[in-house]
């Protein structure tokens, strides 16, 4: 049967893809159905069609799945943010297992058997719910010209009017409700993205669940904010429930502006200007204290952070002899973390203010063992081995690493490289040097196992072996999930890979042959 557009079909879905969209067959036509459970009977739309597959979206649930729960927000399905919040906790942790396990074997190219073997069991969360420490809300209007803010739609740019997510820190409604008072008090404007006027573009929130401290930044489409004081008086006025995890109060402790007014996508602006209290806030992390400015880059959901970082660390296997280089280092949360077990500790960040930060945070927690450098980790690396290569000392680590009398001390020579890339991956330069570097384990910390696995067919490929692999669940609802991975120099096949004839030294500059 040849199925058109808007046609209405009767479909038992079966599995779930990337996106967490179910899917199913109908007369052998393979449907990839927006917000149906595996297990469903659903009545679905078409909204798109293939030659052997096609898209649709659910009209009706005729019979639910076991695995189908009542979502919590009633904005779930138009959001696009909670792609599975109508699936049971505990069968969005199986969906999330078998992707990173699928990724790892369809694009990473192992072998089933191999990845049954090193793969763990992913770790969960406690409460799925109210876990963000962070969002941004855009600022706009509806179509009856009413200020509103919320989420966007998903795959547009509509804005749902929701200042109360299930995600979010339950504070951020209060926040929000007293930021459109006041915009509608003074005559601020939002911006709007069809006509780059207006002035309020977004809204960020960041909640120290430690501390209790908040952050309030509005990003803005011009260099100041009029009546100011009226915002800072709104803010500072509510009153929070409950306190921080150290037993404080939850209060304001940051009010900033960021300058945005670039026709872009891209949230925030690079210049920001604190309208009251400090320009950061502090919160607590594996025992450690952390200053964390509007674009540092920490972790979402510190409570599983705890845990992934835990386990980054057991990976490392560290014994206090080690040099480990944290590349995508961040605010330095991993990067001080090794250094509490490490000799010493290299951090390579490219947001400028991310590393003044993490430097503070260095000098705060009193680690004098960690150094941080500004830059891209597919540049610095790259330009730190080659300058590094030639140095005299090269070639006495080399003959010591030859005569089995241990490695170099030197940044060269890395016992253990902790990667955190972006969702992108490693860049393959980067991936290249890592492999020059030859540490004797590389942790690799994911946010998406589809580039994960690409990563990690290029490490094996080069003398790796993988030893262990362990989700953790960050982002209950989202079909997101972290991964840490652990791998091993294969020392049998790294001889085969390398010549040690001094002439090929100095004439490739490096120590790899």
């Not at 058109?4 to 179910?22: A, F, L, M, R």
């Not at 709104?234 to 429930?241: K, T, Y």
């Amino acid at each position: 049967m040849e199925y058109k557009k808007n046609d209405i079909v009767t479909v038992t879905i079966e599995d779930i893809g990337n996106d967490g969209e179910g899917i199913g067959k109908t007369d052998g036509y393979t449907l990839f159905v927006k917000d149906a459970i595996i297990g469903d009977v659903v009545e679905a739309r078409i909204t798109k069609c293939k030659k052997n597959y096609g898209y649709a979206r659910v009209e009706k649930v005729v019979t639910p799945s076991s695995f189908r729960v009542e979502p919590k927000c009633s904005f779930h399905r138009q959001c696009g943010g909670c792609q599975i919040q109508a699936m049971s906790y505990a069968r969005q942790l199986i969906y999330k297992q078998d992707k990173i396990r699928n990724n790892l074997v369809r694009i990473g190219g192992f072998a089933t058997e191999k990845i049954d073997e090193v793969m763990e069991p992913i770790v969960g969360m406690e409460e799925p719910w109210h876990y963000r420490n962070k969002a941004q809300f855009p600022v706009g209007y509806d179509r009856q010209g009413n200020l509103i803010t919320g989420f966007y739609a998903g795959r547009t740019h509509d804005i749902i009017a929701n200042t109360d997510c299930a995600l979010g820190a339950p504070e951020n409604k209060l926040i929000l409700e007293a930021v459109l008072t006041y915009m509608k008090e003074n005559n601020v404007t939002a911006y709007r993205e069809s006509t780059g006027d207006g002035l309020v573009r977004h809204v960020l929130i960041r909640t120290g669940f430690w501390s209790g401290e908040i952050m309030v930044c509005l990003v803005v489409n011009g260099g100041k904010l009029p009546a100011s004081e009226r915002l800072i008086e709104n803010l500072l006025a509510i009153r929070f429930d409950g306190t921080g995890e150290n037993g404080q109060d939850k209060r304001i402790a940051s009010i900033s502006i960021s300058t945005n007014t670039e026709k872009t996508n891209v949230i925030m602006g690079k210049e920001i200007r604190v309208l009251w209290g400090k320009g950061y806030i502090q919160d607590t992390l594996c025992g450690l204290t952390f200053s964390i400015s509007p674009l540092s880059f920490y972790q979402v959901n510190p409570r599983q952070t705890e845990k992934l970082y835990g386990l980054a660390l057991a990976y490392a296997d560290l014994t206090g002899k080690e040099t480990v280089w944290d590349l995508y280092c961040g605010i330095g949360t991993i990067s001080l973390c090794m250094a509490k077990k490490a000799r010493q500790v290299y951090g390579v960040e490219v947001v400028a203010q991310a590393i003044e930060d993490a430097r503070e945070n260095a000098r705060v927690n009193q680690i004098e063992n960690v150094e941080f450098y500004e830059g891209k980790a597919e540049e610095v690396l790259p330009a730190f081995y080659e300058k590094a290569s030639r140095e005299e000392w090269m070639e006495e680590g080399l003959a010591l690493e030859k005569r089995g009398e241990g490695r170099s001390e030197n940044k060269l020579h890395p016992d253990v490289i902790v990667v955190d890339p972006p969702r992108k991956g490693c860049d393959e330069k980067c991936l290249e040097t890592m492999l020059k570097m030859r540490p004797e384990r590389i942790v690799y910390v994911s946010c998406d196992s589809a580039t994960l696995a690409r990563d990690l067919k290029v490490l094996c490929d080069g003398g790796y072996e993988l030893r262990k692999v362990r989700g953790v669940d960050q982002f209950g609802g989202t079909v997101h999930v972290e991964t840490v991975c652990q791998l091993v120099r294969n020392k049998q096949e790294h001889k085969k890979r390398i010549n040690y004839r001094e002439e090929e030294v100095e004439d490739c500059g490096c120590i790899y042959g």
